[in-house]
């Protein structure tokens, strides 16, 4: 893999991980993404990847580690700023979200060498990652995101266009309460469940 890109918000109270509210404050879901993030590109960084880029929306904070280029998202939807981080690859690539902080190295390690694309299934119907072996905006232009169907319609795009897609595993995205603790339960040693667990010891049930 030569690139792989994290597309991600700042963690700012009130802009990122709003269903976690509540049972969480906007600070404590704030505090979640940002555990989130750095466990995401924590694990990025220990990848052989010979490129790595954070798209961002919003100003890098300390929770940035070094070896990231920093681009800014673009405006638009969804699919529009997905495409726009692709259009910033030249060859293979791997783009992945900031929601799946249960992520390993291995699972981020793919070869696309025997396949013209890969695609990692969420549990809530979207996609966590999605992989091209050269690089096509177009691919994400207009497909519906964030509904239940969006993984579903994502592949047969790839497909449509003629690609081979590998499935990669699936994995839980953390929307809600419940998929917070779910995600902490899988990868109970991160930065991740370690604030959930501060924000859960101060927060009512």
């Given at each position: 893999m030569t690139t792989l890109l994290v597309i991600a918000k700042e963690p700012v109270p009130g802009r990122v991980k709003t269903r976690l509210t509540?049972?969480?404050?906007?600070?404590?879901?704030?505090?979640?993404?940002?555990?989130?993030?750095?466990?995401?590109?924590?694990?990025v960084a220990a990848?052989?990847?010979?490129?790595?880029?954070?798209?961002?929306?919003?100003?890098?904070?300390?929770w940035l580690p070094p070896?990231?280029?920093?681009?800014?998202?673009?405006?638009?939807?969804?699919?529009?700023?997905?495409?726009?981080?692709?259009?910033?690859?030249h060859g293979p690539a791997l783009l992945i979200g900031m929601d799946t902080p249960q992520v390993t190295p291995d699972l981020l390690t793919v070869?696309?060498?025997?396949?013209?694309?890969?695609?990692?299934?969420?549990?809530?119907?979207?996609?966590?990652?999605?992989?091209l072996a050269t690089p096509d905006p177009a691919l994400l232009r207009g497909?519906?995101?964030?509904?239940?169907?969006?993984?579903?319609?994502?592949?047969?795009?790839?497909?449509?266009?003629?690609?081979r897609v590998r499935e990669l595993p699936r994995l839980r995205d953390i929307d809600t309460a419940a998929d917070a603790h779910a995600v902490a339960a899988?990868?109970?040693?991160?930065?991740?469940?370690?604030?959930?667990?501060d924000c859960t010891s101060v927060t009512p049930r």
């Open positions: 509540p049972p969480f404050t906007p600070r404590q879901a704030a505090l979640l993404a940002e555990a989130a993030l750095a466990d995401t590109l924590h694990t990848t052989p990847a010979t490129r790595r880029v954070l798209v961002l929306d919003g100003t890098p904070g300390d070896g990231f280029e920093v681009l800014p998202q673009c405006a638009g939807g969804l699919d529009e700023r997905l495409a726009d981080a692709f259009a910033h690859c070869d696309l060498t025997d396949c013209d694309a890969c695609l990692g299934p969420a549990e809530d119907g979207g996609f966590w990652a999605l992989g497909v519906p995101m964030s509904t239940p169907v969006t993984g579903a319609v994502q592949r047969e795009r790839l497909l449509a266009a003629g690609l899988l990868a109970p040693r991160g930065r991740f469940a370690a604030r959930l667990a």
